[in-house]
């Protein structure tokens, strides 16, 4: 199996996010036109989509979607407020509240996503939460408040801003005492991985990592799905 066939089953997006992040260290863009370019391909297709799910960038049906994203839900220990850092469709931040709350975890969701067109479409389909929905990137928006849980990807960023993002929100967005979560992400299953796990990458820049999930993948036996955080100092 080669590498890229693997990074194309983690993430459909991977020969995009690769070439831009070459042109970007070559110095044939720079960082405005990196986002630019991520969200001339992420903004049409999004729209594109005829369901919520598509809408985030999903592919799958609902139960495949719950078995992917869930466990952000299942990583929250108590109640309190979320920020969906990307939250596209806001369709996680909904269903975040309504897995969280079969559990009997009360969350208050809120979403940013640097698309406006996106933020729109959230704010269209979530009218009772449009005030909580906002534009901007996640690398250098002015934060309005501290959220007891934040979610983001590492993969909005340029690679050589990721320990900055995950420093940033920790600092800026997470409440004392609060978790930062880093994914869901598809990832190589540790019996066959050559490269370092998600968290070992996250470990290598100096964070803590507080707790971890994995779940098989739906329908791929190469892979597992992932989510871990950091807690934010109190
Ligand atoms: C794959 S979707 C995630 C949808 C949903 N949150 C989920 O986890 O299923 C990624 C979203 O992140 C947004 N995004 C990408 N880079 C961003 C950045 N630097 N700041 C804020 N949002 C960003 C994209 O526009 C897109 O809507």
Same mark, same amino acid.
């Given at each position: 199996m080669s590498s890229e066939s693997i990074e194309?089953?983690?993430?459909?997006?991977?020969?995009?996010?690769?070439?831009?992040n070459d042109d970007l260290e070559a110095g044939r863009i720079d960082e405005a036109g990196w986002y630019q370019r991520g969200m001339a391909v992420i903004t049409p297709a999004y729209l594109a989509g005829d369901n919520p799910r598509s809408q985030s960038g999903h592919?799958?049906?609902?139960?495949?979607?719950?078995? #992917?994203?869930? /466990?952000? !839900?299942? &990583?929250?220990? =108590?109640?309190?407020?979320?920020?969906?850092?990307?939250?596209?469709?806001?369709?996680?931040?909904?269903?975040?509240?309504?897995?969280?709350g079969e559990r009997g975890v009360q969350i208050e969701p809120y979403g940013l996503d640097i #698309?406006?067109? /996106?933020? !729109?479409? &959230?704010?269209? =389909?979530?009218?009772?939460?449009?005030?909580?929905?906002?534009?901007?990137?996640a690398i250098d928006w002015v934060l309005p408040r501290h959220f007891d849980y934040v979610r983001t990807g590492l993969e909005y960023v340029p690679p050589r801003r990721q320990p900055e /993002?995950?420093?940033?929100?920790?600092?800026?967005?997470?409440?004392?005492?609060?978790?930062?979560f880093l994914g869901t992400q598809s990832e190589e299953?540790?019996?066959?991985?050559?490269?370092?796990?998600?968290?070992?990458?996250?470990?290598?820049?100096?964070?803590?990592?507080?707790?971890?999930?994995?779940?098989?993948?739906?329908?791929?036996?190469?892979?597992?799905?992932?989510?871990?955080?950091?807690e934010a100092g109190r």
């Open positions: 194309m089953a983690k993430n459909r997006a991977y020969k995009l996010i690769k070439e831009a592919s799958g049906d609902e139960k495949h979607w719950r078995h #992917a994203r869930s /466990l952000v !839900a299942e &990583a929250m220990d =108590r109640d309190g407020d979320f920020l969906d850092v990307g939250c596209a469709s806001g369709h996680l931040m909904e269903c975040v509240q309504l897995w969280a #698309a406006p067109e /996106l933020a !729109a479409l &959230a704010r269209r =389909r979530l009218p009772q939460w449009a005030e909580r929905i906002w534009v901007g990137n /993002l995950v420093r940033r929100l920790l600092d800026l967005a997470v409440a004392p005492g609060g978790r930062l299953i540790a019996r066959t991985r050559t490269q370092p796990s998600h968290e070992e990458v996250i470990a290598s820049w100096g964070f803590r990592i507080a707790g971890s999930l994995h779940r098989p993948h739906y329908q791929d036996e190469r892979l597992e799905y992932q989510l871990c955080w950091i």
